[in-house]
Nanobody, 116 residues
Framework: QVQLVESGGGLVQTGGSLRLSCKVS????????MAWFRRPPGKELELVAT????????IYTESVAGRFMISRDNTENTLYLQMNMLKPEDTAVYYC?????????WGQGAQVTVSS
């Protein structure tokens, strides 16, 4: 069974930075396209960024482009999200998963709170 464990969230001020990690166990991610998602308070889940299996292509939702960077370490079976210039509207629970999501269960997520 695949397990996803997100970490690195926290409370930061506007303009601050955080780095999220997603450790995957139970299956190698080396051939998987991966993604970060987020669920803002009271809103639906949204796609934040995707990365191909070999890191050749990354895609970002418009609201985070130029501020966030998705990366991966296939040898460590880990996905990362570097978040810079954080804004209050980035406040959300952040999740990782394969993309598109198929059979992997969701992790508990990482809470990111940006204060104004």
């Amino acid at each position: 069974q695949v397990q996803l464990v997100e970490s690195g969230g926290g409370l930061v001020q506007t303009g601050g930075s955080l780095r999220l990690s997603c450790k995957v166990s139970g299956r190698s991610i080396s051939s998987e396209k991966m993604a970060w998602f987020r669920r803002p308070p009271g809103k639906e889940l949204e796609l934040v960024a995707t990365i191909t299996w070999n890191s050749a292509e990354t895609i970002y939702t418009e609201s985070v482009a130029g501020r966030f960077m998705i990366s991966r370490d296939n040898t460590e079976n880990t996905l990362y999200l570097q978040m810079n210039m954080l804004k209050p509207e980035d406040t959300a629970v952040y999740y990782c998963n394969q993309h598109p999501v198929r059979t992997w269960n969701w992790g508990q997520g990482a809470q990111v709170t940006v204060s104004s």
